[in-house]
Structures are given as C-alpha cells and as structure tokens.
C-alpha cells in the first residue's frame, strides 16, 4: 500500500531549538522524498528533497536526513524563527510517477518566540 | 506573476448545485494536478494530466470532472455538491509525471451549506 506515515502531528519549539518531524514509508518503489512547506491561506510549497542515494542533504537552515534500511526520513529545522511556523508535509513517490505524489498527513509545527 | 493561479479562491454554494474552480500555469509545465484538503490538513491527489491526456483518476465520485482545455489549464467541475465535498482544493503543475517537484496554486475554498 502506498503510504507515508508523519510524525508528530504538532509540535511547539522553542525559537533556537531544533524541531524534528520524522517520516516512514512502505513502498521500496519510492525513489524521491519532497518536504512541502505549507503557510495558513496558501499552497504548499517544496522546501527541500532527497534521493535514497544519500544519507543527509542540507539547505539552508533545513536538513533531511535519510535512513534506506530503516525506510526513515527526517527534516531537522536548525535555529528555528518565529517565522518557520507552518505545516510540513512530506512526500515520496515511485520512479515514473504514474501514482503521483503521496502525502505524509502534516506536522502542525509553532516556534515560539 | 502568479505560476499557479485558481479562480475563484472562496466559493460558498448550497447543496445540490454545480460548480466549476479554474486553473492556469504559466509555468511550461506539462503535467497538472488537482488536489482536495480535507479540514485535518489532508492531501490526497483525485486527478492529474499530462499534455491535456489523463494521467491519475484516483477513486473520486463522477461528480467531480476535470477537463483540460491546453496543457496550461485543468478546470474542475462538480456537480450536485454534497456537504462532504467541503474543502479547500489546489491545483498543481510540474515538468514531467514523476519529479515530485510541484508548484500549487493558493487554493479554492469550497463550503457547501
């Protein structure tokens, strides 16, 4: 079944702190891995992605982290602002994309101030 | 220059009528999609085309039909709104069928009274 499975659902950080929002896949078909960044009012927008040929890809303040054996990744938000406060979606579809992207279901993430 | 532009962005009708939401990309993109948010922040793709051809119908009731004039426009019309078809509904466009790499529009909000 084609599925991607977040965590946490919400999540409130500390400005400076590192928040981490975790996701995991079934299907070894998937073969790109998208974050999407979502403000309330608007479109999702892609933040940053990875192929399962690296383990870590960095821009930025943003940094996914990818675990092939585990079928795990990460997104880690160093120095987190005020302004990183957002819905984070991630994503993952298979070679061809015949299905589409499919969806993790969000992390509602607030930085407080 | 707005890439992905909806039209209209709030629509609030009472059961039982149609509607129609409309779609443009500016972007050359080939391939375009619809996409419904469920009031959790869910996305999950109903449909996408590629060079105005059917790609992706996912399991989506009839009434709701696509219709791809130019590869730079997918429109959709619903008919005989029901309550459950509440939503917010985005448009998508990208280069190919499988880069993961979408551009969304800001959204329809659709309330069905």
């Known amino acids: 079944q084609q599925q991607v499975k977040q965590s946490p659902q919400s999540l409130i950080v500390q400005k400076g702190g590192i928040p981490i929002i975790n996701c995991a896949y079934e299907n070894t078909a998937f073969d790109y891995f998208p974050w999407y960044q979502q403000f309330p009012g608007k479109g999702p927008a892609l933040l940053i992605a990875?192929?399962?040929?690296?383990s870590e890809k960095k821009e930025g303040r943003f940094t996914i982290s990818f675990n092939k054996s585990a079928k795990q990744f990460s997104l880690h938000i160093m120095d987190s602002q005020p302004g990183d406060s957002a819905t984070y979606f991630c994503?993952?579809?298979?070679?061809?994309?015949?299905?589409?992207?499919?969806f993790g279901k969000g992390t509602h993430l607030i930085i407080q101030p | 220059d707005t890439a992905v532009s909806q039209t209209p962005k709030y629509l609030v009708t009472q059961m039982g009528n149609d509607k129609s939401i409309k779609c443009e990309q500016n972007l050359g993109h080939d391939t375009m999609y619809w996409y419904k948010q469920d009031s959790k922040k869910f996305l999950k793709i109903m449909f996408s085309?590629?060079?105005?051809?059917?790609?992706i119908n996912e399991t989506v009731p009839n009434r709701f039909s696509p219709k791809s004039p130019d590869k730079a426009h997918l429109n959709l019309h619903i008919n005989s709104l029901e309550l459950g078809d509440s939503a917010v509904y985005f448009c998508?466009?990208?280069?190919?069928?499988?880069?993961?790499?979408?551009?969304f529009g800001e959204g329809s909000r659709l309330t069905v009274l």
């Open positions: 085309y590629n060079n105005k051809e059917l790609i």
């Open positions: 990875i192929r399962p040929d690296v």
């Open positions: 998508a466009s990208s280069l190919g069928t499988g880069t993961g790499e979408l551009f």
């Open positions: 994503a993952a579809i298979a070679g061809g994309g015949a299905d589409g992207l499919t």
